[in-house]
């Protein structure tokens, strides 16, 4: 017994990749940013990787990143950045900074983007609550983590 065909099923799939993308673009209204071709995206964003880091990863940067990683990020990512701080409330899990692979690129502007920007419900955009040099800084921080 066939319950959908092949054109139904079709058109199921494409409503439910369609309400994905709707999302996407509903989410970044909602949190201040629109989509660019900077946009975070699994898999990285080669225009996003072509951000430079402008702030040298000084103990003095490294340290203000940390500050704002303990105050904003340890909730959902844990205190030591492996994704196990239990805070994600949509669901998700959050990303483990001490991963080899990043799901959003690990590249300095990728990571800035995904800060900058958000990549999900559960990881909003901090455009509006950090500088551009705190997000820089909360960069530098991350990279420590990632090498431990």
């Given at each position: 017994?066939?319950?959908?065909?092949?054109?139904?099923?079709?058109c199921v799939?494409?409503?439910?990749?369609?309400?994905?993308?709707?999302?996407?673009?509903?989410?970044?209204?909602?949190?201040?940013?629109?989509?660019?071709?900077?946009?975070?995206?699994?898999?990285?964003?080669?225009?996003?990787?072509?951000?430079?880091?402008?702030?040298a990863g000084?103990?003095?940067?490294?340290?203000?990143?940390?500050?704002?990683?303990?105050?904003?990020?340890?909730?959902?990512?844990?205190?030591?950045?492996?994704?196990?701080?239990?805070?994600?409330?949509?669901?998700?899990?959050?990303?483990?900074f001490t991963?080899?692979?990043?799901?959003?690129?690990?590249?300095?502007?990728?990571?800035?983007?995904?800060?900058?920007?958000?990549?999900?419900?559960?990881?909003?955009?901090?455009?509006?609550?950090?500088?551009?040099?705190?997000?820089?800084?909360?960069?530098?921080?991350?990279?420590?983590?990632?090498?431990?």
């Amino acid at each position: 017994m066939k319950l959908i065909s092949t054109g139904s099923a079709l058109c199921v799939v494409g409503v439910v990749l369609g309400s994905a993308v709707g999302w996407r673009a509903e989410a970044a209204a909602i949190q201040g940013t629109s989509l660019t071709s900077r946009t975070p995206r699994r898999g990285g964003n080669p225009e996003a990787a072509k951000l430079q880091n402008p702030v040298a990863g000084t103990p003095e940067s490294i340290a203000g990143g940390q500050r704002t990683y303990k105050l904003l990020c340890a909730r959902c990512h844990g205190i030591e950045g492996r994704g196990d701080g239990g805070g994600a409330g949509a669901g998700g899990q959050p990303a483990d900074f001490t991963d080899a692979v990043w799901d959003f690129g690990g590249s300095d502007g990728e990571i800035f983007m995904a800060i900058h920007d958000g990549t999900s419900a559960d990881m909003e955009s901090y455009a509006e609550r950090l500088s551009q040099t705190e997000i820089w800084h909360l960069v530098n921080y991350l990279r420590t983590l990632h090498k431990r």
